[in-house]
Nanobody, 121 residues
């Protein structure tokens, strides 16, 4: 059973960098053909896919995001990390990490519980 757990600060000031880490257990983030994603849900809105880091280490991001985005990984700890730079209040959301894979289409099969991040001075 794959489990994912998000961790990071709950409050970030505008213009600062938001950093969240997802710790994965029950499976390796380097296993072929799995992609490790970040998704968020702003208050009162739907889910927004942020990006992923692939089993190979390659990354892909949602081009519509306003804040510069980076996803990296530490394979020795089986963790991957999201960084959003120069955050704005609109980055306030519940942030989820998840495992993504491709079958007939892309889908997310394991999720973390989510962590609330508020951008406010």
């Amino acid at each position: 059973q794959v489990q994912l757990q998000e961790s990071g600060p709950g409050l970030v000031k505008p213009s600062q960098t938001l950093s969240l880490t997802c710790t994965v257990s029950g499976g390796s983030i380097t296993t072929n053909y799995y992609y490790w994603s970040w998704i968020r849900q702003p208050p009162g809105k739907g889910l927004e896919w942020i990006g992923y880091i692939a089993y190979s280490g390659g990354t892909y991001y949602n081009p519509s995001l306003k804040s510069p985005t980076s996803i990296s990984r530490d394979t020795s700890k089986n963790q991957f990390t999201l960084q959003l730079s120069s955050v704005i209040p609109e980055d306030t959301a519940v942030y989820y990490c998840a495992r993504e894979r491709y079958g007939d289409s892309w889908y997310l099969d394991y999720w973390g519980h989510g962590t609330q991040v508020t951008v406010s001075s």
